[in-house]
């Protein structure tokens, strides 16, 4: 037995040196896929080799025991790799990434540190010595839990890479016997041998075989996936449909002078059936000379392209381009040369138009503002237009042929997940789309982009790659957030919109139902906003509307925030429809007065003054309530039933709620044709002017005339103004219709003066909306002009309402009527604000006493005392006084003893049309009041 000893010495380092030999040459060669994971294969049986055999040459238990540690090393490095270099082969590469393979190494790791540590707690040997066999030590230990934990756990990865191994060639065994006996070899000897050893119970000197069993596996994966490099690999591309389907014509001849591919471009040029089994080149191709005589060039031609002459299976020769190549094994021998045809017979102005073509297409391609790439299988980037260039912080040229992280981007581990996509597009052949990619740079900066994948073959090699372009989204996913929250949100004041509203709206409607409790649909509509906009500016209008959006959500209970559909948020029942209009729900009202208090509240918060940009604006609002389910239990009718009760609260005189009532239907119905007759009354000749004379209070003498607007509706019949007037106001037609009232009026004083007779002063009322009008001193001067018509035969009169304005373009227009010489009147005196400052500031020459003052005068001395009031207010400016509605002459004594001036009403005669104003006037007597 001593002679043994020194044997298995010299083998372990004869395999150990062959091993680094194959090592050092698949380092070299590149041979295989994954040459790392067989460099750390190979190193591990190497060091368990010579481990194994320089422990027979001690003779003393440290000493080899000391071995057999290091010889574990490699035992739990050997099985690991071994998976890898499987994983590589068989396509799996994905799976080769640091946290897996940590996984799978912790074990090993552990053990080793285990066998380290053994005399701490006999884990791996329970124990260690040395028996002699003769004068032959052998090193002797019992196997602990962990030795057999670790061995299962080893085999079990030799097993997984046998198992991926054996599927893999099993699949190809048709075209790779000797590839998968080669592996079946090397999966099987370590199993066998340490089989063997692990079940020998006998006493003597065991040799361990398992080393050089792995020495085996080792040796046979190399050769297998070597082969697999080789030669097939070539056929095999070149038989794939991205070669046959080349326009041009490719010939493939092995290392033994046989033709075994010929692609469909080259059998059509040649007039070859399709190659089923190889056949020699030179009995293929005898009809061919300068073909075989380029096959016989190849070593000193390789590469390099020259025209020759073939004579087409069509007729006819034809000149191409010859490209050979000789394709080398790792070994740098010979295995097959292949030879490209390219027609050039008439390619001479294709070629001109293709290269123009490239230039404009590349220019277009840069022109796209969105990032266009192509890349390989191993991420060298083979096109980049400008916008991918310019994001990645290099030129096109420094990126072509480069795989190297972009400049900018944050996270190694998103450049990684893009590598592994690219490579699964080509991989699989199947395009990808992302609709949305976060990409993180390392400014911080995020953008989104969509990108799309397709596989596609690399024109200049003829291999598998990835064509790609990423739209950047950023801005449109941003106003795409945008544009939803505006769709539930009003962008001025926050508040729920009416869509948003909408749906809350009818969510707690049935949650109403469910409670058996009513609700409260309050519409609110501001008083004379637009006042506000043309007098101060739409930055003011926007702030009141914010400081009313406040108010409002102030004036409502917590209890009555409702709970958003598929939600647990509550949110405000206030929302804005849009302009100045706003609604508010109450969910949880048991009596409808419970609404109106709330009305009221809103009503006194919305009247208190508001300063913006120190101006000082009062503002009122109309509110409509409509009650659920009493008025109606659908959300549609009770929005349009909010909004008729809010429009008859307008009507009442602003300011104030008003409930719904099942008549207002018929109102907004009856105000709908008014709306609509409105916009064809003038052409079709429904407006009529009527006059009222108004006479002095005492002598009787006739004064002048009140121009009053009536209208005939073709079915409706006649419409009171103080019906249609607001209408128009609202709708904008109160403009052509002034302008016609003006202009008929001005018409009708020069039909009476042609007419002979005395001229007489006209009022006419003029509207707020008339005043706000640019052109309406032109309109006016032109009027007058055209008719003939003195200025002083004309007055206008405006309500206090109308002053509310007080802008500059009011005051303006106001004085440069005075200077024009028209009358000013203020109407219905007392009704409005009432303001003393209104007589001081603008050109009045007549003050007018509503109606309501005049029908209380006789019977009510607190009336009495506030005509009289007003009447010597009224002198003591300098201006005159004309009473409206008188109708007894009881109110018209009592009107003289207070000095009123003028008077007007049924008292004298009623509103009379042109015609009969005109005989009116022929008929005057001078003094009709006595009579």
């Keep these: ?349 294709t070629r001109s138009a293709l290269r123009d073509s490239e230039v404009l297409l590349r220019k277009v391609i840069d022109l796209v503002p969105h990032m266009i790439f192509a890349k390989d299988r191993d991420g060298r980037y083979l096109l980049v237009n400008q916008s991918m260039a310019e994001s990645a912080g290099l030129s096109a040229h420094e990126m072509i042929g480069q795989s190297n992280q972009p400049v900018g981007a944050a996270r190694h581990e998103q450049f990684e997940q893009m590598r592994t996509e690219d490579r699964k597009v080509i991989d699989t052949g199947r395009p990808q789309f992302h609709p949305e990619v976060q990409w993180k740079y390392q400014d911080g900066e995020k953008r989104t982009y969509q990108v799309s994948k397709i596989p596609f073959t690399d024109p200049g090699t003829g291999d598998p790659s990835m064509l790609g372009i990423a739209i950047d989204v950023t801005e449109s996913k941003r106003m795409e957030e945008r544009m939803r929250t505006l769709a539930f949100h009003d962008a001025l004041t926050g508040l729920p919109n009416r869509q948003h509203f909408r749906a809350l709206l009818e969510e707690n409607l049935n949650a109403t139902d469910r409670r058996d409790r009513r609700a409260a649909l309050l519409f609110l509509d501001l008083d004379r906003f637009k006042q506000v906009n043309d007098r101060l500016g739409h930055a003011h209008g926007d702030a009141l509307l914010r400081t009313v959006a406040e108010r409002l959500s102030d004036c409502i209970r917590l209890s009555d925030q409702i709970i958003a559909p598929e939600s647990t948020e509550r949110q405000s029942t206030v929302s804005r429809l849009g302009g100045d209009e706003f609604t508010i729900l109450l969910t949880d009202i048991g009596d409808p007065l419970d609404a109106a208090v709330v009305a009221m509240r809103i009503l006194e918060s919305l009247g208190e003054r508001v300063e913006i940009g120190g101006q000082e604006i009062y503002t009122s609002a109309s509110v409509g309530i409509a009650i659920y389910p009493d008025d109606s239990s659908d959300a549609d009718d009770l929005f349009r039933q909010a909004d008729q009760a809010m429009y008859a609260a307008k009507r009442r005189g602003r300011s104030r709620y008003a409930f719904f009532s099942p008549s207002m239907t018929e109102a907004s119905e009856r105000r709908h044709a008014i709306e609509q007759g409105l916009h064809h009354a003038i052409n079709r000749g429904e407006l009529e002017i009527h006059y009222q004379p108004a006479r002095h209070a005492t002598s009787g003498l006739l004064l002048g005339a009140e121009a009053l607007i009536r209208w005939k509706h073709p079915t409706l019949g006649w419409v009171p103004p103080n019906e249609f007037l607001p209408v128009a106001e609202e709708t904008g037609q109160i403009i052509p219709i002034g302008e016609w009232v003006f202009g008929t009026v001005c018409e009708q004083l020069r039909v009476w003066r042609v007419a002979g007779l005395s001229p007489v002063p006209v009022s006419v009322n003029l509207s707020g909306f008339q005043l706000q009008q640019s052109g309406m001193l032109a309109f006016f001067s032109q009027v007058l002009e055209d008719s003939g018509t003195s200025p002083a035969l004309i007055e206008l009169e405006i309500t206090e309402s109308t002053l509310m304005s007080d802008d500059d373009l009011t005051r303006a227009t106001l004085r440069e009527l005075k200077e024009m010489g028209v009358g000013f009147a203020l109407d219905d005196f007392g009704t409005g604000y009432s303001s003393l400052s209104y007589l001081r500031q603008f050109p009045f020459d007549t003050v007018k006493i509503d109606r309501c003052f005049v029908q209380d005068i006789v019977t009510d001395p607190g009336g009495q005392v506030l005509t009289q009031g007003i009447i010597d207010m009224a002198h003591g400016l300098g201006l005159r006084v004309v009473a409206e509605g008188v109708e007894t002459i009881e109110e018209l004594e009592c009107l003289r003893e207070a000095g009123c001036d003028a008077v007007q009403g049924h008292l004298i005669t009623k509103p009379m049309p042109a015609a009969a104003f005109t005989r009116y006037l022929e008929a005057d007597k001078g003094n009709l009041l006595d009579e």
């Excluded at 499987?86 to 285990?114: D, E, K």
């Excluded at 839990?145 to 299962?152: E, I, K, L």
């Excluded at 590839?179 to 340490?194: C, K, R, T």
């Excluded at 080149?281 to 005898?286: D, I």
């Design 1 to 349: 037995m001593l002679s043994v000893w020194p044997f298995w010495f010299v083998v372990a380092l004869i395999t150990t040196t062959g091993l680094l030999a194959l090592g050092a040459s698949i380092w070299r060669t590149r041979a295989t896929d994954g040459g790392g994971s067989f460099l750390v294969l190979i190193g591990g049986v190497a060091l368990w080799v010579l481990c194994s055999g320089f422990e027979h040459v001690f003779f003393d238990l440290e000493s080899k025991l000391r071995l057999a540690k290091l010889t574990w090393i490699g035992i739990a490095v050997v099985p690991l790799s071994a998976l890898v270099v499987a994983l590589q082969a068989t396509g799996r590469h994905h799976l080769v990434r640091g946290s897996f393979l940590g996984m799978l190494a912790a074990p090993s790791i552990a053990v080793v540190a285990l066998v380290f540590t053994n005399e701490h707690h006999l884990l791996i040997w329970k124990a260690a010595s040395l028996e002699m066999v003769g004068s032959v030590p052998d090193l002797h230990l019992p196997h602990g839990p962990a030795f057999w934990a670790s061995v299962t756990y080893h085999y079990a990865l030799v097993f997984a890479a046998a198992v991926m191994l054996a599927a893999k060639y099993v699949r190809e065994w048709p075209r790779n016997r000797e590839e998968a006996v080669l592996v079946g070899v090397s999966m099987a000897a370590p199993w066998i041998s340490n089989g063997i050893y692990l079940l020998n119970e006998s006493k003597s000197p065991t040799i361990d075989f398992t080393p050089y069993a792995f020495s085996i596996t080792a040796i046979c994966l190399s050769l297998a996936l070597w082969r697999g490099h080789g030669l097939l690999n070539v056929i095999r591309v070149a038989r794939s449909q991205i070669l046959d389907e080349m326009s041009d014509g490719a010939i493939v001849v092995d290392g033994r002078g046989r033709l075994v591919y010929m692609n469909r471009a080259a059998r059509a040029t040649l007039g070859i059936t399709k190659i089923v089994d190889p056949i020699p080149a030179s009995l293929a191709l005898e009809g061919h000379p300068d073909l075989l005589h380029a096959l016989e060039q190849a070593p000193d031609d390789d590469g390099r392209e020259h025209e020759i002459s073939i004579h087409h299976a069509e007729g006819g020769w034809r000149t191409y381009d010859l490209r050979v190549t000789t394709l080398e094994n790792f070994q740098g021998i010979a295995t097959s040369r292949v030879l490209v045809l390219r027609d050039v017979s008439e390619s001479q102005q």
